[in-house]
């Protein structure tokens, strides 16, 4: 089992930026791959961005260029830096923890609570 907590999330004015991080715990983090995921209201949830143990990110289009995902091992932790924020990155977010790299959720085995972001216009 791997237990995962997300911090960072808040109100931000779109063009701001917020830095979500989730902390893992449990079963040994180091090889596996870690998405971030986001679920708006009335919506699925969607990928955003993953990395894999060695530092590969695969980053959903919408986020390109804004969004960064890292990872340390030693501590732990993933970390996702989110710039020039705008009303549609309104969503809760989720941290996960994957059998393999991937943009589908199916492929992920453990999730944390989720963290509410919201921008406003």
């Known amino acids: 089992q791997v237990q995962l907590v997300e911090s960072g999330g808040g109100l931000v004015q779109a063009g701001g930026s917020l830095r979500l991080s989730c902390a893992a715990s449990?079963?040994?983090?180091?090889?596996?791959?870690m998405g971030w995921f986001r679920q708006a209201p009335g919506k699925e949830r969607e990928f955003v961005v993953a990395t894999s143990w060695s530092g590969v990110r695969y980053y959903a289009d919408s986020v390109k260029g804004r969004f960064t995902i890292s990872r340390d091992n030693a501590k732990n932790t993933v970390s996702m830096q989110m710039n020039n924020l705008k009303p549609e990155d309104t969503a809760v977010y989720y941290c996960?923890?994957?059998?393999?790299?991937?943009?589908?959720?199916?492929?992920?085995?453990?999730w944390g609570q989720g963290t509410q972001v919201t921008v406003s216009s």
């Open positions: 996960a923890a994957g059998a393999r790299l991937s943009s589908s959720s199916h492929e992920y085995l453990y």
């Open positions: 449990g079963r040994t983090f180091t090889y596996y791959p």
